[in-house]
């Protein structure tokens, strides 16, 4: 049974930093990503990474304060949030998917975590 299981998430003063972390079982994956989505916004593509190591960036806003990592060994896939802002608020989630792929688009992926709640305060 495939499972993904995201944590990592919590409460942080603008300027701070979080990792998330999401853990997968049952299967290995080609493509392994994050995905927000802010109240009253629509899921966002944040990044994603291939099992060879070929990361993918969304907004600009965000390549330069996140860097998405994976272990291969440990099938978890990480998100390393770096000066957070408000508007990094939302809810993230991990998805992974079977096909390679840049992983850009939410249907690119076949699995999908919990989500795990990132507030940042101003």
């Known amino acids: 049974q495939v499972q993904l299981v995201d944590s990592g998430g919590g409460l942080v003063q603008g300027g701070g930093s979080l990792r998330l972390s999401c853990a997968a079982s049952?299967?290995?994956?080609?493509?392994m990503g994050w995905f927000r989505q802010a109240p009253g916004k629509e899921r966002e593509f944040v990044a994603a990474i291939t099992w060879s190591g070929t990361k993918t960036y969304g907004q600009d806003s965000v390549k330069s304060r996140f860097t998405i990592s994976r272990d291969n060994a440990k099938n978890t896939v990480y998100l390393q949030m770096n000066s957070l802002k408000p508007e990094d608020t939302a809810v993230y989630y991990c998805?992974?998917?079977?096909?390679?792929?840049?992983?850009?688009?939410?249907?690119?992926?076949?699995?999908w975590g919990r989500g795990t709640q990132v507030t940042v305060s101003s």
């Open positions: 998805a992974a998917g079977v096909l390679a792929g840049l992983g850009s688009q939410a249907d690119e992926y076949d699995y």
């Open positions: 049952g299967r290995s994956f080609a493509v």
